[in-house]
């Protein structure tokens, strides 16, 4: 079975400065999606960013990009230029590729970023 | 893009009662959705599979007899929380993804997710 781990329960930024988050996971597959999803005080979850384990290049979304290490099982998000809205609990996510995909996420504990003006 | 709508956004129970949560899909067919629980400060937790047509996927330790799942058409599945106790008060979230077959995207289709309930029984 897939595991997804955040170790950072909580973490802060000043704003316009820069922060990383951790995630790691375990997996026998090859093959598979990694997300990040931000969920702010509504609750709403939000897609921040999205990488295909069989890419290497890193995805990036703005202010957003990740570092994926595929052999480690890591995959950190890392937000630039922090902003107050940029406040919320991120989570890491995994997901199965392919035609056994059943769409199904699996997510960290999370991680509830502060942003300090 | 793809919109998932839930309803209701909050709800209060009394013990013992049952509640119905719609999660609708509302400009794309849905052949699976899920149905998450998530505790204050705490992660999303898979509940169930829900399929149209067929009966829904629990996961372990989910009780099937105490959340029933509907998926009986492509835009709409339905859960519900039977005798509802204290401890079953939390924050419920559905997702959808765009079906196989129904002229949208393919296996890998990204989930799109409900704004969420809140669930408070007293």
């Known amino acids: 079975a897939q595991t997804v781990t955040q170790s950072q329960p909580e973490m802060s930024v000043q704003e316009a400065e820069t922060v990383t988050l951790s995630c790691t996971y375990d997996t026998s597959e090859s093959d598979y999606y990694l997300f990040w999803y931000k969920q702010p005080p509504s609750r709403q979850m939000i897609l921040v960013i999205r990488q295909e384990a069989y890419k290497q290049q890193n995805a990036t979304e703005n202010r957003f990009s990740v570092n994926f290490q595929k052999a480690a099982k890591s995959f950190s998000l890392k937000i630039s230029d922090s902003q107050l809205g940029d406040a919320a609990m991120y989570f890491c996510?995994?997901?199965?590729?392919?035609?056994?995909?059943?769409?199904?996420?699996?997510f960290g504990q999370g991680t509830t970023l502060q942003v300090k003006p | 893009g793809a919109v998932v709508s839930q309803h209701p956004s909050w709800v209060i129970c009394k013990s013992g009662t049952s509640v119905k949560i719609e999660c609708r899909s509302l400009?794309?067919?849905?052949?699976?959705m899920f149905w998450y629980r998530q505790f204050p400060k705490q992660s999303l937790m898979l509940m169930a599979t829900?399929?149209?047509?067929?009966?829904?996927?629990?996961e372990q330790g989910v009780e099937k007899d105490k959340f029933l799942i509907n998926h009986a058409s492509l835009t709409l599945s339905t859960l519900t929380v039977t005798s509802a106790h204290p401890e079953d008060s939390s924050f419920y979230i559905c997702?959808?993804?765009?079906?196989?077959?129904?002229?949208?995207?393919?296996?890998?289709?990204?989930?799109?997710f409900g704004n969420g309930t809140r669930l408070t029984v007293t």
């Open positions: 996510a995994y997901r199965t590729y392919g035609s056994s995909n059943t769409g199904k996420l699996i």
């Open positions: 829900s399929n149209e047509g067929s009966k829904a996927t629990y």
């Open positions: 400009d794309f067919q849905a052949t699976t």
């Open positions: 997702s959808a993804r765009v079906g196989l077959g129904t002229g949208g995207e393919n296996t890998n289709s990204p989930l799109h």
